[in-house]
């Protein structure tokens, strides 16, 4: 196994809001090793992006990190000054987000928006810099880069748009990429694309990524950890394909059986019953027990992260045994 | 199984759209206005939105609407339920147009009713929704006034909401239960089509499996005609009798859902299928897909003949100019397939 990249341990990250605490991210912890990806997913309000802007220290208030502890290899960025995570921001960890009309700049060609991002972190002459970000608009695969330095986002479609945004991650050859959501804006027939390209530059340029995603065929594609959040918290991880082949929680098994391809058509879904809880004021049972068919006294409590193998469960009662 | 599952077609579709296009043309700039009056040349910026597009609704069926977006599935449906006039053809319920004549036409039915995607703009946030649901009703006077409340509990209940839930705002309930009243209210004109649009899309997959589930036992218990316009092939594959793929404002293929998804005819309708990832439970490969070359031509200038040519892995000379017919009008019953194709994947 190649060295250790990040180590989350214990992250916590709340919201102190009008009607109470929310507890976002609670307690999280997990390891990323060099070139690895890992996949977090979660439906909406599971902590899932929170977790991931946490790690670049982008909580503003009323969010808070209000424990836990962040390694990049070895180095603590919780508590880092906001000059030295600026450093760390772009150069070696870098974002990817959900919609790449937000978050390009539309005033400002690409060209100068990449040269931006390579100026914050090093000095280079025009050419050079020129030069850099025509062979990374090339390895995403936009044709005629050259001239398209000189474009406006306005001028790409969507697809094109995220390759910039992906083009402008890669720029500085971070050794982590976080992505939220990056294809989930887009059509399917684009997404398969950018899915296959991503994979290919993460073996490529040897870079880590933390993949986030509602969707667990998506992020099953380029994933090779996965980590389901819910309420929060992660309440089940480990590789991919055993995790998907034999999930262990109510919540993940419930989540896969609901999808359409797991029924004959026109036959009723499995559904999880009820909603997430709010986060606010969570008590100290399950967050899964009014939805779980498998709930007991026992849940009433709320269980610790067992482990078996490379494997974590968050339950009382996992559906397979010999957990520690 | 399918024919078994298929409800009885008469002759006669219940919903029918004959050739219709939709064009939308931006307003013109007032140096532009003063050119035209010049006699310039006027460079207006068309977006062909529907092409030609002809397709039969019958009683009973869930039809599918399948397509990648600003491939035209929202404004067909939109002309099918009398919000948009259609620029060319027409829209007939049975035999009468939907919407009226004239410069700004109205709808001229209660009888087809939409859903929409997002039930977060949907819903007016200041009123409560036992009079978002009982308004149209009262006005068309299928209740009267002094039966409005248990007319509306009982919608309510029908979309699996308590009955007090009317006196509530919509900032007080969830997406998935505020989609559920956005259906009661569709419901409560007592439609005969329902025209979902994305209904599921901006849902959670645990809420999205409830409302599906909802949307199935309605078509059950009430013998609903719907169309059902989605991005997602799962869902679509799981909600539909038949499906027609839209590719850039036409229809390229359509047919018996489960036929179509086991032998698209239409490359891009099998590029499509392909692109999406699958979790496979068995074998090697954990999640299969495979993706399609380049991207979708801009509906400002569609490329001559078929509009797929561009991508197609098949395409021959003919293609890039002649478009292809799709039959000259769907109006067969539900085992009919139409492929608009020169060199359908047999």
């Known amino acids: ?324 | 199984m399918l024919l078994a599952q298929a409800p009885i077609m008469t002759d006669r579709p219940l919903l029918r759209v004959s050739k219709a296009s939709k064009q939308f043309a931006p307003a013109l700039s007032f140096g532009d206005h003063i050119a035209g009056w010049l006699g310039q040349e006027v460079d207006q910026r068309i977006v062909h939105a529907v092409d030609g597009v002809s397709l039969d609704l019958h009683r009973g069926e869930v039809l599918g609407l399948v397509g990648e977006s600003g491939c035209g599935k929202s404004t067909l449906g939109r002309m099918m339920a009398g919000i948009y006039p259609p620029s060319q053809g027409t829209v007939q319920l049975d035999g009468v147009p939907v919407m009226g004549a004239g410069k700004k036409p109205l709808k001229t039915t209660t009888r087809i009713q939409m859903v929409f995607q997002d039930p977060f703009a949907s819903l007016d946030p200041r009123v409560r929704i036992g009079e978002t649901i009982g308004e149209g009703p009262l006005v068309h006077g299928l209740v009267d006034p002094a039966n409005v409340g248990a007319y509306v509990a009982q919608w309510l209940e029908t979309v699996g909401l308590p009955a007090e839930a009317a006196d509530r705002f919509p900032h007080q309930f969830s997406g998935g239960q505020r989609q559920r009243v956005a259906i009661a209210r569709a419901l409560a004109m007592q439609p005969d089509v329902l025209i979902c649009d994305e209904p599921v899309a901006s849902l959670d997959v645990s809420i999205q499996a409830q409302i599906i589930n909802l949307f199935l036992t309605l078509k059950q218990t009430l013998n609903l005609t719907m169309l059902f316009i989605s991005h997602d092939l799962g869902v679509i594959r799981h909600m539909t009798d038949r499906v027609a793929v839209m590719y850039l404002g036409r229809i390229v293929e359509s047919g018996p859902t489960l036929q179509v998804y086991d032998h698209p005819q239409h490359p891009y309708t099998r590029a499509l299928l392909d692109s999406i990832p699958r979790l496979v439970t068995e074998g090697d490969e954990l999640v299969v897909f495979k993706a399609i070359e380049g991207e979708l031509p801009s509906p400002l200038a569609p490329p001559a003949g078929c509009h797929f040519h561009l991508r197609c892995p098949f395409v021959q000379e003919r293609c890039k100019t002649v478009v292809p017919d799709f039959s000259d009008h769907p109006s067969l019953p539900l085992s009919g397939r139409h492929v608009a194709c020169y060199f359908p994947i047999s």
């Open chain 1, 1 to 324: 196994m190649s060295r250790i990249l990040l180590e989350v341990e214990g992250l916590s990250t709340h919201f102190m809001t009008r009607n109470g605490v929310l507890k976002a991210v609670n307690d999280v912890s997990f390891t990323l090793h060099e070139g690895e990806i890992i996949g977090l997913v979660g439906e909406s309000g599971s902590g899932k992006s929170v977790t991931g802007f946490s790690i670049l220290g982008l909580v503003d208030p009323p969010g808070k990190i209000v424990a836990g502890s962040v390694r990049l290899q070895g180095r603590e960025l919780i508590g880092m000054s906001e000059p030295d995570l600026r450093a760390v921001r772009g150069r070696e960890i870098s974002m990817v987000f959900q919609d790449p009309s937000t978050t390009l700049n539309p005033v400002l060609s690409i060209g100068t928006q990449m040269r931006l991002a390579l100026e914050a972190h090093e000095t280079l002459s025009r050419q050079a810099a020129d030069a850099r970000c025509i062979d990374v608009l090339n390895k995403v695969g936009i044709p005629d880069a050259a001239r398209r330095l000189g474009y406006f986002p306005h001028q790409f479609s969507g697809g094109m748009r995220q390759r910039v945004a992906i083009a402008i991650a890669l720029l500085n050859h971070p050794k982590l990429i976080i992505c939220d959501e990056p294809t989930t804006a887009l059509d399917v027939s684009i997404q398969a694309q950018i899915l296959l390209q991503m994979k290919t530059l993460a073996q490529d340029f040897g870079t880590a990524m933390i993949w986030i995603s509602h969707d667990l065929s998506t992020v099953s594609s380029v994933a090779s950890q996965l980590l389901v959040m819910y309420a929060g918290r992660i309440i089940e991880s480990g590789p991919v394909r055993d995790l998907l082949r034999v999930p262990d929680h109510p919540y993940t098994r419930g989540l896969l059986n609901s999808l359409p391809d797991h029924a004959s058509p026109g036959q009723p879904l499995v559904q999880i019953p009820g909603q997430m809880p709010s986060l606010i004021g969570l008590g100290a049972e399950c967050a899964f027990v009014s939805r779980c068919n498998q709930s007991d006294a026992l849940c009433q409590t709320s269980p610790a992260l067992r482990s078996k193998g490379a494997r974590r469960v968050r339950c009382h009662h996992p559906v397979a045994g010999d957990w520690q």
